[in-house]
């Protein structure tokens, strides 16, 4: 017998009782659950490891079959979308003077050139009191240890200098192993797995934002 | 560490996980599988969405164990990724028109079967919770149902604390108001 919690603690006792019914009913177990929890396993042994990177994940998604639904309505513009980029690839494909190779980064490039092992991107964080700062995202696996920052010796600022690949990533900082913040100065995403919202960075070569 | 008939925690079992030990994971999904079921069969009302949601969590949480953070139990940490799971599949069906409504078919679209007395009684369930929106559902489940702390609730909902406590008031009453033959003393 567990100590009444606070939140408990001004429960009517009539109330305790109706739920401890409801307890009793929702917790009976279900012909078919062995079944169930046979199948998830059936699955997992199709999933990637916990401790592979999410590519194993990604390239099997990207080779196998999707559903997805589109409004008609949607498909028209869809369509709209894909004549306006063959016109638009059309007129770029045709005989232009050359212009200069692109040199910066994504957000907060630091304007070297871009090369085969991605492209030169800097973090900034202001943390107040944090001991350790690192970024988390779909480029590391989401790690919390595996990209620390550094501290600017100066102030709260916490930097990084990475590469990334061409694309879009998700990110967020973890303060001190335990706290996930969003970067204060991207967009944001909403995390559809664990709820919140993540920041994006655009990593495309062009520069600035 | 594996001692001779030692039970591994939570803990220790996320370790070995990590490290690619299928036992492991096995061991993890026998202990908490049972509850993420009867959660989501509740929360949606649907076995069939009720499972794809369980098999979503379990997929997702051990391809993410990277993000599990210890101050967290595990359960806690497999519920936010259900809770967002069954919302999920909630928004889909509500796409495709099809409502929760207190209506007579709640209980069948449940999939509930088996013991007659026991039937009889999660039908009633069934169909009591079924008039009631998701959130509400929701927060009733976790705190009746699952026995969760307000503060608990809160981190895996996204949702504050005195929110949720009128939730689940608002849920009890109702459940407590459609549920035919409880005893209401």
């Known amino acids: 017998m567990t100590e009444p919690r606070d939140d408990d603690a001004h429960r009517a006792p009539q109330d305790e009782h109706f739920d401890e019914q ?44 999707q559903p997805f639904e589109l409004r008609p309505v949607w ?27 692109p040199v910066a980064a994504g957000p907060d490039a630091s304007g070297t050139a871009a090369n085969a092992s991605g492209i030169p991107v800097t973090f900034v964080l202001r943390a107040p009191g944090a001991t350790r700062v690192s970024v988390a995202g779909d480029f590391n696996n989401w790690d919390a240890e595996a990209t620390p920052m550094s501290h600017s010796g100066t102030g709260d600022l916490w930097i990084l200098n990475m590469r990334l690949p061409r694309g ?21 995403a909403a995390d559809e797995t664990f709820g919140g919202h993540n920041s994006v960075i655009v990593v495309n070569g062009a520069k600035g934002l | 560490m594996e001692g001779a008939g030692a039970v591994r925690t939570d803990a220790e079992c996320v370790a070995l996980a990590r490290a690619g030990r299928e036992s492991a994971r096995a061991e993890l999904v026998a202990r908490h599988h049972a509850n993420c079921l009867r ?4 929360l949606l009302g649907d076995d069939a969405d009720a499972e794809d949601a369980v098999q979503e969590t379990f997929i997702r949480a051990f391809a993410g164990l990277a993000r599990y953070q210890e101050r967290d139990s595990f359960r806690a940490w497999l519920f936010q990724i259900l809770v967002h799971r069954c919302r999920s599949a909630a928004a889909r069906r509500a796409r495709h028109r099809e409502r929760f409504v207190n209506d007579e078919h709640a ?3 449940a999939g509930v079967r088996g013991n007659e007395a026991h039937v009889d009684a999660q039908r009633r369930l069934a169909s009591a919770l079924a008039g009631l929106d998701l959130e509400h559902r929701e927060a009733f489940l976790l705190k009746v149902g699952e026995e969760m702390e307000y503060e608990e609730m809160a981190r895996l ?10 939730r689940v008031k608002r849920a009890r009453d109702h459940v407590r108001a459609h549920w035919p033959g409880v005893r209401h003393d």
Do not use: C, I
Not at chain 1, 75 to 88: D, E, K, R, Y
Not at chain 2, 39 to 42: C, I, L, M, N, T
């Open chain 2, 157 to 166: 909902t996204g949702v504050g604390v005195p929110a949720l406590k009128m």
């Open chain 1, 22 to 65: 409801v307890r009793t009913v929702y917790r009976r177990g279900r012909e078919g659950d062995a079944a169930a929890q046979a199948r998830v396993l059936s699955r997992l042994q199709g999933a990637p490891e916990a401790s592979a990177d999410g590519r194993a994940r990604g390239l099997r998604w990207w080779f196998s079959l």
């Open chain 2, 39 to 42: 959660f989501a069969r509740h």
């Open chain 1, 168 to 188: 879009v990533h998700r990110y967020s900082f973890v303060l001190d192993g335990t706290e996930w913040r969003p970067d204060p100065s991207a967009p944001l």
């Open chain 2, 107 to 109: 209980a069948d679209r």
């Open chain 1, 75 to 101: 498909a028209l513009g869809v369509l709209a979308v894909l004549l306006a980029g063959s016109a638009w690839l059309g007129s770029r494909l045709a005989p232009t003077p050359p212009e200069p190779a």
